[in-house]
């Protein structure tokens, strides 16, 4: 009896730990989007901006947060691009500068955030499936690879700010932010974003081209 009552203790405790645990990250989460949502605007002083940043991270993981957060909130997609063809100068710096900017200066900025903070970060060439007007395509993306902890972790700021809508022949952005694609899971990435570099997948099984396109029901080339 009292060998069952100490294994239940046991149990219990192991719980309340896992419950803390969890607890815990949520509220780290909470603190770094806090800090990101109320940073001074420090125009294209990227170094200010790191230290702000980070000055109140405990790991890397809060860090590169942040960093997700930061841009989600502050930087929106240059839809001039799509609707003109207009070359968009993709350098971190013009991305702070003009604070909008397509895929490849979301995922540049993102990588010298990281850089500034000692944190290995890729950039991750590849293609996205997309949907206007109920017609579904994929078209040229990049995102981010960080490693936290000895691990390599999925990010994509850009389709964390926000998405895009076609209307009338005319592309809008609508500001809209999500958590989803920080530390996103490769399992879960893989049904819209397929990376050149199969490896970048994170998967046991990578897909293959095809299997990516049939898993959106797209025709094979």
Not at 94 to 115: H, P, Q, S
Not at 139 to 166: F, P, Q, R
Request: net charge negative.
């Amino acid at each position: 009896m009292l060998k069952n009552i100490k294994i239940i203790c046991f149990i219990f405790i192991i719980n309340m730990l896992n419950f803390s645990c969890s607890q815990y990250n949520v509220l780290n989460q909470s603190k770094m989007k806090y800090i990101a949502y109320t940073c001074p605007d420090y125009n294209i002083d990227i170094y200010k901006l790191v230290d702000h940043l980070t000055a109140k991270a405990n790991t890397d993981a809060e860090k590169v947060a942040a960093f997700y957060f930061w841009i989600a909130f502050n930087i929106t997609y240059d839809t001039e691009f799509l609707e003109k063809g207009i070359n968009v100068n993709e350098d971190y710096y013009f991305v702070l500068k003009n604070r909008k900017t397509i895929c490849g200066g979301y995922a540049g900025l993102f990588e010298e955030l990281c850089y500034l903070a000692d944190i290995d970060c890729e950039i991750i060439v590849g293609e996205a499936y997309t949907e206007y007007e109920g017609r579904p395509n994929t078209e040229m993306h990049l995102w981010n690879v960080v490693k936290i902890d000895n691990e390599w972790k999925l990010i994509d700021v850009c389709w964390a700010s926000g998405y895009i809508t076609e209307l009338g022949g005319e592309f809008h952005f609508v500001k809209k932010k999500t958590d989803i694609y920080l530390f996103a899971k490769p399992d879960e990435l893989i049904k819209t974003h397929f990376p050149n570099d199969v490896h970048w997948q994170l998967l046991k099984k990578p897909l293959t081209k095809d299997e990516f396109l049939i898993l959106n029901n797209l025709k094979l080339n």
